[in-house]
T-cell receptor
Framework: NAGVMQNPRHLVRRRGQEARLRCSPMKGHSHVYWYRQLPEEGLKFMVYLQKENIIDESGMPKERFSAEFPKEGPSILRIQQVVRGDSAAYFC????????????FGPGTRLTVT | DQQVKQNSPSLSVQEGRISILNCDYTNSMFDYFLWYKKYPAEGPTFLISISSIKDKNEDGRFTVFLNKSAKHLSLHIVPSQPGDSAVYFCAAIRQGGSEKLVFGKGTKLTVNP
């Protein structure tokens, strides 16, 4: 019974490149959440998705960031034209339907922008 | 605008003693509260939770207390063990809303042998 899977675990990008972070939810979970943790900070909500739908993207920066959760395959968080300030740990969580308070987290992707 | 606050960045206790981690919130719409434990380079793992209709929830060595009038909750770990050394995050959610967890900044607990 695999948990939430994220890859890659570590990602290094130069300024201006694109970063793609992947998240496979737990089996049976259809809701996916992305959070970002900056150094010395708590986790901050970015976006909440269900299959093929963005439910709440109120925490996503307006530019350069996008997320999707297609009918088949993992959820993708995409950051275009990365800048140094995007360096952070990005965590994905998943939950069963109608139980959004039961969020289980993946190990995270640590993005470093050089 | 920090809606969930953990005012102690760190806490150090002796093995076998009680650890008390505190959390305050400002948004009265929150109705469910959770504690997560996080080791370095790992994702947060769920520890214990409490609904706003309760004032206490216990699970083994871990107890969470909720004081709604003070908008305050605390996590008690007794007895504390060295393996409990980690960063503990308090989180709150408004059920039926967008289901987003609002986290505090965390408290780093060190349990000394």
């Amino acid at each position: 019974n695999a948990g939430v899977m994220q890859n890659p675990r570590h990602l290094v990008r130069r300024r201006g490149q694109e970063a793609r972070l992947r998240c496979s939810p737990m089996k049976g979970h259809s809701h996916v959440y992305w959070y970002r943790q900056l150094p010395e900070e708590g986790l901050k909500f970015m976006v909440y998705l269900q299959k093929e739908n963005i439910i709440d993207e109120s925490g996503m920066p307006k530019e350069r960031f996008s997320a999707e959760f297609p009918k088949e395959g993992p959820s993708i968080l995409r950051i275009q034209q990365v800048v140094r300030g995007d360096s952070a740990a990005y965590f994905c969580a998943s939950s069963p339907p109608w139980q959004g308070y039961e969020q289980y987290f993946g190990p995270g992707t640590r993005l470093t922008v050089t | 605008d920090q809606q969930v606050k953990q005012n102690s960045p760190s806490l150090s206790v002796q093995e076998g003693r009680i650890s008390i981690l505190n959390c305050d919130y400002t948004n009265s719409m929150f109705d469910y509260f959770l504690w997560y434990k996080k080791y370095p380079a790992e994702g947060p793992t769920f520890l214990i939770s409490i609904s706003s209709i309760k004032d206490k929830n216990e699970d083994g060595r871990f107890t969470v207390f909720l004081n709604k009038s003070a908008k305050h909750l605390s996590l008690h770990i007794v007895p504390s063990q060295p393996g409990d050394s980690a960063v503990y995050f308090c989180a709150a959610i408004r059920q039926g809303g967008s289901e987003k967890l609002v986290f505090g900044k965390g408290t780093k607990l060190t349990v000394n042998p």
